[in-house]
């Protein structure tokens, strides 16, 4: 919303659903706040959804702070899955392609999180482990702890299926953005807005998720409860109408 309300960002929390990316709670504030100061915010108003339990909570690299994090974790019960920057010191144990390797450089598979200990727990892949000479003495399983390492130790590895379909889905959330804001630029681009205070830009942001929510849900009825034939239906009820017209 800064390319109309200058100096204004909005921060959101979308979720996935068939009929596109749903809104479920925003933020707008200053643009000089930092972005690691507002996920633990827009965590405490998401608890204004009744009845919803987050799980996993996919970012930009902007929202990562490790204690921020961790708070995000021990507080909310969320898991924050971010990218790594490409200047990020590997630990020795993690190839190029962001993966653990066993001692004997073979790539390790998730296995599971203890919310508990917080330590990530990866396996050997089964297709190595058998013809590896070091098989009758390898523990075979490997632990990271989440609080040595947030950010490389993270909940979500990278490259797991689970954090590619996460990041896959905040790529479609970001495109579908980007193409709703072209749509909106073509419509306001030759009209000139007085600059606006922060309750008014946050209220416009409101409405803009609340049409967002109206356009979704008529898009789902239309999906789930209008019959399939029912334009042909219609047609054959207005021709017979006027075929066979009633009489007084």
Known sequence: MNRYFVGYRKHTIVCHSKQGPVPLISITLPANVHDVNVLLPLLEKLKQVEDLKLEYLVADLGYFDQDVNVEALSKHDVILSTDVK????????????LQFVCPQDYPLIWDSFNRDTLDVWFKGDDSHCPSCLFNPTCPKFFS???LENPLVNSPVPHGTELHKRLHKFRK??????????NSLESVMRHKKLPVRRLPRVQLFTVMTDIFRLIRLMIKHWRATTIPKDRDDLLNKIRVMHFTYPVSA
């Open 172 to 181: 479609q959330v970001e495109l579908n953005f980007a193409i709703e804001s």
């Open 86 to 97: 490409k200047n990020t010191v590997l630990p020795e144990d993690m190839n190029k392609d």
């Open 144 to 146: 990271k702890n989440y």
